[in-house]
């Protein structure tokens, strides 16, 4: 379903991801994992058109997303690190825009989105106004959305970012049922190790912008002596804390020099 060959992108002389590789297969829930700054997010928005790859290659079912955009487009959800919600909508009114955006017929729009909403527990709230709800309740409909189209592929980019454990227990109950039922491929990259144990069938663990271990989380846990998912990701990527600002910062200095009027 997705397919990754030495895919690179450089911002300047800064290389973000470098020459990595991957496959991911149809009805996989693939966690991809690393550091701050270890080329996550850098390549997320690559294999959702965001980014151009400086070199490589990607298919998403087929599709190449730097040549076919828009139909590389509709294949997928895509839930981001930071909310993208409208707050002045109500719960029903963010569903409907965004079938409309994806051109979910009218024929089973109202039965999809209800049946959304009851499964992540917001029906009841479908006519409140998303300024009023919880950061969860947000996350729930956000994810709600991502799987309103019937995507092929759908990526949460750190979903539950700052939720309470029970939140996010909840939130990958309804997850895991979807890729059960609907064969949604999930890739998605945490920081809670316990959830990439406890809901991905396999992990790829990426840092300084290279692809350092793939496997299941048993293999990882095998390959580094770990007991532990956690303990296994600190032997392969080692324990020092990392600057995501400064890693950031660098790239925006890399973009606009790129950017910068020639003298």
């Not at 040549?67 to 993208?84: C, E, K, L, M």
């Amino acid at each position: 379903m997705i397919q990754v060959h030495n895919l690179v992108k450089k911002f300047g002389d800064f290389t973000a991801v470098n020459n990595i590789s991957f496959t991911v297969e149809a009805g996989e829930i693939f966690a991809f994992l690393g550091p701050n700054g270890a080329g996550k997010t850098t390549t997320i928005k690559m294999l959702t058109t965001l980014l151009h790859p400086t070199s490589g290659k990607i298919e998403l079912d087929g599709l190449d997303p730097t040549i076919h955009q828009y139909q590389a487009r509709r294949t997928f959800g895509i839930v981001f690190q930071d909310p993208s919600l409208d707050s002045e909508q109500t719960a029903y009114e963010n569903m409907e825009l965004h079938a409309v955006l994806y051109k979910v017929s009218r024929k089973v729009r109202a039965e999809r989105i209800e049946q959304l909403l009851k499964r992540f527990e917001l029906w009841e709230r479908r006519d409140d106004y998303v300024k009023t709800f919880s950061g969860g309740m947000k996350r729930r409909l956000e994810i709600a959305r991502g799987f309103l189209h019937t995507p092929k592929i759908l990526f949460l980019d750190e979903p539950t970012l700052g939720l309470d454990p029970q939140t996010r227990n909840q939130l990958w109950t309804h997850v895991k049922h979807l890729n059960e039922t609907q064969k949604t491929t999930v890739f998605l990259t945490t920081h809670y190790m316990d959830e990439a144990d406890r809901v991905a069938h396999r992990i790829a663990i990426i840092d300084h912008g290279g692809i350092v271990a793939q496997g299941t989380s048993q293999q990882l846990k095998q390959q580094t002596g770990s007991e532990s998912l956690e303990q296994a990701f600190l032997a392969l990527t080692g324990s020092s804390i990392r600057d995501e600002s400064a890693t950031s910062a660098d790239q925006m200095r890399q973009v606009a020099k790129m950017w910068s009027p020639r003298r």
